[in-house]
């Protein structure tokens, strides 16, 4: 959660108004009164009255300055979906305000490195390197070097408001996800930020069909797979429906470890629940397709995504919680594939030994 609940009244729609007027009038002194007002409020409104404030916070993020308080009042936003606000109604702004300061970083990091001012080293995400050599360093003028050097500081405090969006809207990350991915994974290969949570939520697949191979036994299927946070809610999903379901030999997961991975209602806090792993996971070339990793690894092949299953190479396991508690996840068989098609989809396939490392 993004915030503690705090439990003294609150009169959350008339903040939000007051938040709303001042900002319109371009009252500093009142805007910042308000803007307190609405970060203590939310903490303290009930359900009913975050379901209706936070479209109207999400609003008022574009009126914000990019060197102000905007991340702060998206997790304000981000905090109301967690408690019923329709997140689709709150994440157009608060995505936005994500997709903006992960470019804003990107570009602090070339103009960082392209100075040669301290060799090619990036600079820790901390503000003291907002000094007044900064706009010497980046080039334009100090208000645009401040703005980027505070998007690489920031960035990191827009994942719990996107998260809270993305983690509870299929139709969220259909709009936005693609936009925003590559961004997020080119300041993430840089090694200075944490981004994984938001990187592996923008990449979580929705309604996807999945050509799924099992060497062992040459047969094929078709499986549609949905909100999987990682690949170890993969595995666990595809041996219920392939070993549970009586097309392949195996041990079926258990019930709770299926449960856990399929459950609207999310776990609170950790369940200690054990899932037993039944394959190996592979890419069409042979190479192991990490557990740790997340469905999107899948590789497509001509148009489909395309996994091998084969004999584990040890026995694994792994707690079963899922990586993204309010998402649940969803595997269905589609058909079987017949013995033509599956012989088809083999041949475009290389052997794999899953030696290459362990997960």
Same mark, same amino acid.
């Given at each position: 959660?993004?915030?503690?609940?705090k439990?003294?009244?609150?009169?959350?729609?008339?903040?939000?108004?007051?938040?709303?007027?001042?900002?319109?009038?371009?009252?500093?002194?009142?805007?910042?009164?308000?803007?307190?007002?609405?970060?203590?409020?939310?903490?303290?409104?009930?359900?009913?009255?975050?379901?209706?404030?936070?479209?109207?916070?999400?609003?008022?993020?574009?009126?914000f300055?990019?060197?102000?308080?905007?991340?702060?009042?998206?997790?304000?936003?981000?905090?109301?979906?967690?408690? !019923?606000?329709?997140?689709?109604?709150?994440?157009?702004?608060?995505?936005?305000?994500?997709?903006q300061?992960? /470019?804003?970083?990107?570009?602090?990091?070339?103009?960082?490195?392209?100075?040669?001012?301290a060799?090619?080293?990036?600079?820790?995400?901390?503000?003291?390197?907002?000094?007044?050599?900064?706009?010497?360093?980046?080039?334009?003028?100090?208000?645009?070097?401040?703005?980027?050097?505070?998007?690489?500081?920031?960035?990191?405090?827009?994942?719990?408001?996107?998260?809270?969006?993305?983690?509870?809207?299929?139709?969220?990350?259909?709009?936005?996800?693609?936009?925003? /991915?590559?961004?997020?994974?080119?300041?993430?290969?840089?090694?200075?930020?944490?981004?994984?949570? /938001?990187?592996?939520?923008?990449?979580?697949?929705?309604?996807?069909?999945?050509?799924?191979?099992?060497?062992?036994?040459?047969?094929?299927?078709?499986?549609?797979?949905?909100?999987?946070g990682?690949?170890?809610?993969?595995?666990? /999903?595809?041996?219920?429906v392939?070993?549970?379901? =009586?097309?392949?030999? !195996?041990?079926?997961?258990?019930?709770?470890?299926?449960?856990?991975?399929?459950?609207?209602?999310?776990?609170?806090?950790?369940?200690?629940?054990?899932?037993? !792993?039944?394959?190996?996971?592979?890419?069409?070339?042979g190479?192991?397709?990490w557990?740790?990793?997340?469905?999107?690894?899948?590789?497509?092949?001509?148009?489909?995504?395309?996994?091998?299953?084969?004999?584990?190479?040890?026995?694994?396991?792994?707690?079963?919680?899922?990586?993204?508690?309010?998402?649940?996840?969803?595997?269905?068989?589609?058909?079987?594939?017949?013995?033509?098609?599956?012989?088809?989809?083999?041949?475009?396939?290389?052997?794999?030994?899953?030696?290459? =490392?362990?997960?």
């Open positions: 959660m993004i915030f503690n609940r439990r003294k009244a609150s009169r959350l729609a008339a903040t939000v108004s007051e938040l709303e007027e001042a900002v319109a009038a371009r009252d500093g002194d009142r805007t910042g009164r308000a803007f307190t007002a609405v970060i203590n409020g939310v903490q303290a409104a009930s359900d009913a009255e975050c379901v209706l404030a936070g479209p109207r916070l999400a609003a008022l993020l574009p009126e300055p990019p060197t102000g308080p905007r991340p702060m009042l998206a997790m304000a936003a981000g905090f109301c979906a967690e408690r !019923g606000a329709d997140p689709a109604a709150c994440a157009g702004p608060i995505l936005d305000g994500v997709h300061d992960l /470019l804003d970083a990107l570009e602090f990091a070339r103009r960082w490195t392209a100075s040669g001012a060799g090619d080293e990036l600079p820790e995400p901390d503000e003291k390197i907002i000094d007044d050599a900064l706009a010497a360093r980046l080039g334009g003028d100090a208000s645009e070097a401040t703005r980027l050097a505070l998007a690489w500081c920031s960035v990191e405090e827009w994942q719990p408001p996107a998260l809270a969006v993305l983690c509870r809207s299929s139709i969220v990350r259909r709009r936005h996800a693609a936009a925003i /991915l590559p961004a997020c994974r080119a300041l993430e290969a840089l090694e200075r930020h944490d981004l994984k949570c /938001l990187s592996y939520a923008l990449a979580v697949l929705d309604d996807e069909p999945v050509i799924v191979l099992h060497r062992p036994t040459g047969t094929g299927f078709e499986v549609r797979i949905g909100g999987i990682d690949n170890f809610q993969l595995h666990t /999903l595809l041996a219920h392939l070993v549970g379901g =009586g097309h392949v030999a !195996g041990t079926s997961p258990s019930a709770e470890s299926v449960r856990l991975a399929t459950d609207p209602e999310p776990a609170t806090g950790g369940t200690g629940t054990v899932a037993t !792993g039944t394959f190996e996971l592979l890419a069409p070339d190479a192991r397709i557990n740790e990793g997340l469905p999107d690894d899948i590789p497509a092949v001509e148009g489909h995504r395309l996994l091998v299953l084969d004999e584990p190479v040890y026995r694994r396991s792994w707690n079963a919680d899922r990586f993204f508690p309010h998402l649940p996840g969803t595997a269905e068989l589609i058909r079987v594939l017949s013995a033509d098609e599956t012989r088809t989809w083999f041949a475009r396939t290389s052997p794999g030994n899953g030696t290459d =490392g362990a997960s």
